[in-house]
Every structure is written in C-alpha cells, then in structure tokens.
C-alpha cells in the first residue's frame, strides 16, 4: 500500500528565509505526487504536481519541489518566505489509473517569524 | 467561476442527532470525495464516488452515510452512531479517469462541533 511520511510537524522559518519541507513516499512503481497548502480554517489549494518528466516542478506562489527517486522523496522548497506563506502543508499521491484515492501525509504546519 | 461550495461553513449538533452537510460542485467532475480532518491526523478518506449512483467506502465510514443522485452533488450525512463526529469536513472532486493523475480541488470546508 501507499504511504506518505511527512517527518516535520511543525517548522518555523524566519521572514525571507529559504525554507525546504521534506516528504517521503512508499510506492513500487513511480507515483503521481503533489503539494497542497492549507490556510487555518480553509480547504486545500493545490501548489504543484509531478507525474512524469523533468523532475524538478515548479508551481505557484514561488514554490518547487524536486521528484528524487533514489530517495523516494518529493521535498518542497521556497528560496524565501513570506509571512503571508505561514499554512499547513500536505503531501500527497496516487498511482494513478484507475485508482481514485489519494493517499495524504500528516502536514506540515509553517510559521513565519518576523 | 467554476468551484466547489460546501454549506454550512459551522454546524452545531446535538448528540443523537443526524446531520447532512451539503457539497456541490460544478467543475463536471465525475469523482467526489469526502474527508475528515484533525488536528495531527492529516486527511481521512470517508468516502469517495466515481460516478453517478456508485459511492466505496473509504477508511474511516463507520457513521456515515452518502448518496450521488447528481453528478453535482454529494452530500454526506454524519449519522448518531459515528462516536466521535467533532472535526472538519473537507469535500473534494476530480475528473476520474479522464486524467490520469487525478488532481483533487477542495471546498472550503464544513466544521462540525457536537454539543
């Protein structure tokens, strides 16, 4: 079965810092990948995807992550951080085809420091 | 613009008491999901549906009950056996087969407080 570990609970990052959140998955074959934010209160929005090609991604508010298959990781990286990025990050991913479900991590909670 | 509405934004509900919580969306997505948030758990799967008339059971079910008569909606309804129903109720829709990856788009979410 899949499985997402996200190791950090919680990571806090001063104002314009780089800022890199780890997650790590279980899959035999090469999985769909993606990053989701999450603002207090509110549903998730979708930052990027991986599911083929060029290993590094690039998505929106300034994020990317990079696909590393030797080290069945999918990090998230920000080469600086902004206060308004202070959010609750899920990694998540599926096998694709027929199989609907997505198989999430257990978050990442963000705070920006002044 | 197109989305996902989920209604209402808090709930308050009397033990004993069923509960339906309202998810439409009008993205023409054939699959909807349902999840349950905590606090430290992540997203769990309660249920999902792929087409119309046609819903699984995800992880966590026990306590809860779906329907899909229309390809827009998908309500959930947190019955009085479900233990603990207190958290935050996430839906969510994709495009099914079409797109192999299956990206998911969010509501924003139902809180559920049982008094």
């Known amino acids: 079965a899949q499985s997402v570990t996200q190791p950090d609970i919680h990571i806090t990052v001063s104002e314009g810092a780089s800022l890199e959140l780890r997650c790590n998955y279980s899959?035999?074959?090469?999985?769909?990948l993606f990053w989701y934010v999450q603002s207090p209160g509110q549903g998730l929005q979708l930052l990027l995807k991986?599911?083929?090609?060029?290993?590094l991604v690039q998505g929106i508010k300034g994020f990317e992550a990079e696909f590393k298959r030797s080290q069945s990781s999918f990090n998230l990286r920000k080469p600086s951080v902004h206060w308004s990025d202070a959010a609750e990050y899920f990694c998540?991913?599926?096998?694709?085809?027929?199989?609907?479900?997505?198989?999430f991590g257990k978050g990442t909670l963000l705070t920006v420091n002044p | 613009d197109g989305g996902i509405t989920q209604s209402p934004k808090y709930l308050f509900r009397k033990e004993g008491q069923n509960v339906t919580l309202s998810c439409e969306q009008n993205?023409?997505?054939?699959?909807m999901y349902w999840y349950r948030q905590d606090p430290g758990q992540g997203l769990r799967l309660i249920y999902y549906?792929?087409?119309?008339?046609?819903?699984q059971k995800g992880d966590i079910a026990e306590g809860y009950s779906v329907s899909r008569e229309k390809k827009e909606s998908f309500p959930l309804t947190v019955t009085s056996a479900q233990k603990n129903p207190t958290a935050f109720y996430l839906c969510?829709?994709?495009?099914?087969?079409?797109?192999?990856?299956?990206?998911?788009?969010f509501g924003p979410g139902t809180r559920l407080t049982v008094l």
């Open positions: 899959y035999g074959a090469t999985p769909y």
């Open positions: 998540a991913t599926n096998s694709g085809g027929s199989n609907y479900k997505l198989t």
């Open positions: 969510a829709s994709s495009m099914g087969q079409v797109v192999r990856y299956n990206e998911q788009f």
């Open positions: 549906s792929q087409i119309v008339n046609d819903f």
């Open positions: 991986y599911f083929s090609g060029d290993t």
């Open positions: 993205l023409n997505h054939d699959a």
